[in-house]
């Protein structure tokens, strides 16, 4: 590896030879490790398995020494050269891991979820690699990001502080190509995991591609702040984000997309044409001019017309509760840190960050029949959630917004039904939008709450309604939340941008923890009901800027907020103009929706 001295000259580093020791000590341990743990697979490896591929075809192979990238090459050599990564038996499994024993195989390229985030998640260690070479920092995490687009690294560097100067630095260094509170904090019978990538020694549960090789195109997009384990009372951080592809064609437009992507930049476009503004009086709270206000008004009209052609029965509940309530519905435990609390008369007080704990006292208010199910509450109600100021981001990230938010109590004999009308009304509102979108079905996962018995049935009804629907989708297993199985909904933009909106999740949770029931078809039972959480927009403020940035501010005639203009062409005819301006006016609020 060629040397520089750039990260000594801009910023403290650790002194050269420290780090080469350092580097030289932990790779001769992998090294003594791993010929110890092959000479153990020798020992006791090679009974005969049967390895069975997706199409049926059934490989044999030896039990701790074939390994997956063995049959790639048996299939084609095309397949290895192209493989990322492995599934066996449902787990993600590295390439040149051996198997274990009897197995299902699949295979990944860069072109599945698995393969990219794999590809990306590996692209991150080259990129510590990069900046610890590079600036002698102390590594802290760098996994892919949750958008499914590039990784990051978190890293300490002392003094120096990274922006973009240095960003040729790192890419020439990965092109060329230590956390003990995170150790301390593992069970002792936990088995630790480590990758080596050159001389970085990391540890990581993986799995990732076989070698760096097959990262043919590497860059670096920026560089921002971040938290030691995301907590702002802890040590800060420096993050640098990047991309990576198999092939340079792939990186170019890539990075064309991206510089399309500043021009269409909601807040830009916003400031523009005059729909908002945000003040440091009130960060992460939005102030919508008249015209984004009808622009945002419009989409709410939009929902509030559906809602009454599918049965939902729009409510308002409060903005601020007693923790009780919290407690009750486990937020106060799990995401306090997340709430505006205060004090009212000496008792604890939040805002509400969601409104489903309000929507069971709603429920639960009176006695409710199997004839009132299902039963679906709409709410537009304002929402709080203590962001951090240096995560808020225009209407993408913000402290006050409102959601389409809505909950469906339903008996489990209508869970499908439910689900498939749901799936129908995104559909139609997505459709209308011109955004596309695939579907994940997130099965049970290993911790989870209630009987298996009730999660095999609502998974069941899932698959029926996804099957009925008629839309390709995959299975995500053991990725539901601990309190319901759900669908996930990734929404593209017109540059192909994936995007979290709408919320489709079962849970048997929060009826269990209120206590919710109903009076069943035998009415000397009761029985408790299945909560639907549902959102087509996500959040309003969300939806409005993906909008915004999906049609380049060029809003279709129905949202847009200047439908039509009147002039005179003199002070005369002005009586005139504002009488057919009126009368314009009054054609306009009679459009339809779309």
């Not at 001295?5 to 791993?34: C, D, H, N, S, T």
């Not at 002698?136 to 760098?142: A, T, Y």
């Amino acid at each position: 590896m060629g040397e520089s001295r750039a990260g000594e000259a801009k910023g403290k580093a650790k002194p050269k030879a420290y780090l080469e020791a350092i580097i030289e000590k932990r790779v001769r341990m992998f090294e003594a490790i791993q010929a110890q743990q092959l000479a153990e697979r020798q020992k006791i490896g090679g009974e005969p398995i049967k390895i069975t591929l997706p199409d049926g075809t059934v490989k044999e192979g030896k039990k701790w020494m074939t390994l997956p990238i063995d049959i790639a090459k048996e299939i084609s050599s095309g397949l290895a050269a192209s493989a990322l990564i492995a599934q066996v038996n449902g787990t993600l499994w590295d390439m040149t891991r051996p198997l274990e024993g009897d197995c299902e195989l699949k295979l990944f390229k860069f072109d599945s979820n698995e393969g990219r985030d794999t590809f990306w998640h590996s692209s991150a260690h080259i990129l510590g690699q990069s900046v610890e070479m590079e600036f002698g920092c102390k590594l802290c995490i760098g996994p892919c990001t949750t958008r499914g687009e590039g990784f990051y690294y978190d890293a300490f560097y002392d003094d120096l502080t990274l922006n973009e100067e240095y960003f040729d630095q790192i890419k020439s260094r990965a092109s060329k190509a230590v956390a003990v509170e995170i150790i301390n904090e593992l069970p002792e019978d936990k088995t630790i995991t480590v990758y080596r990538c050159g001389p970085l020694v990391d540890l990581c549960r993986g799995p990732h591609i076989p070698n760096t090789s097959f990262v043919k195109a590497f860059a670096c997009l920026k560089a921002s702040s971040s938290y030691w384990r995301g907590k702002s009372d802890r040590e800060s951080l420096q993050r640098v984000y990047g991309i990576s592809f198999p092939d340079s064609k792939r990186l170019k437009e890539y990075l064309t997309q991206i510089e399309e992507a500043k021009k269409r930049d909601h807040r830009l476009l916003g400031q523009n044409q005059e729909l908002f503004f945000f003040h440091p009086l009130s960060p992460g709270s939005c102030f919508f001019l008249p015209h984004g206000t009808r622009i945002y008004n419009k989409l709410m009209e939009f929902l509030r017309v559906q809602y009454r052609d599918r049965g939902y029965q729009e409510v308002l509940t409060p903005n601020m509760y007693n923790m009780q309530l919290w407690e009750t519905s486990g937020h106060a435990a799990n995401y306090k840190e997340n709430m505006f609390v205060f004090e009212v008369e000496k008792q604890e007080f939040g805002l509400k960050p969601m409104n489903c704990p309000g929507h069971c006292l709603m429920f639960e208010h009176r006695v409710r029949s199997y004839r009132e199910l299902p039963l679906r509450l709409a709410d537009f109600g304002v929402l709080h959630r203590n962001e951090l100021s240096g995560a808020l981001t225009g209407l993408t990230r913000v402290r006050r917004f409102q959601q389409d938010d809505a909950h469906i109590f339903c008996r489990e004999s209508q869970i499908k039904d439910e689900v498939k009308s749901v799936l129908e009304f995104i559909s139609y509102t997505y459709r209308i939008f011109g955004f596309t979108f695939e579907l994940e079905l997130s099965t049970r996962p290993e911790k989870y709450l209630g009987d298996i018995e009730t999660w095999d049935k609502a998974e069941a009804a899932l698959t029926d309604a996804l099957n009925e629907f008629g839309m390709p989708w995959q299975i995500n297993e053991g990725d539901g939340a601990f309190y319901g199985p759900k669908i996930d909904i990734g929404v593209f933009d017109a540059l192909k941008r994936k995007f979290q909106c709408a919320t489709l999740q079962l849970d048997f949770q929060l009826p269990l923890r209120f206590k919710l029931s109903y009076s069943a078809e035998d009415e000397k039972k009761m029985e408790r009901p299945v909560m639907i959480h549902r959102a087509i927009f996500g959040s309003v403020e969300r939806m409005f800027a993906i909008l915004l940035e999906h049609y380049k501010g060029k809003w279709p005639f129905w949202l847009s907020p200047r439908q039509a203009i009147v002039c005179n062409v003199s002070e005369k005819s002005e009586d005139y103009a504002k009488q057919h301006m009126s009368t314009v006016h009054y054609m306009i609020q009679r459009l339809p929706n779309a």
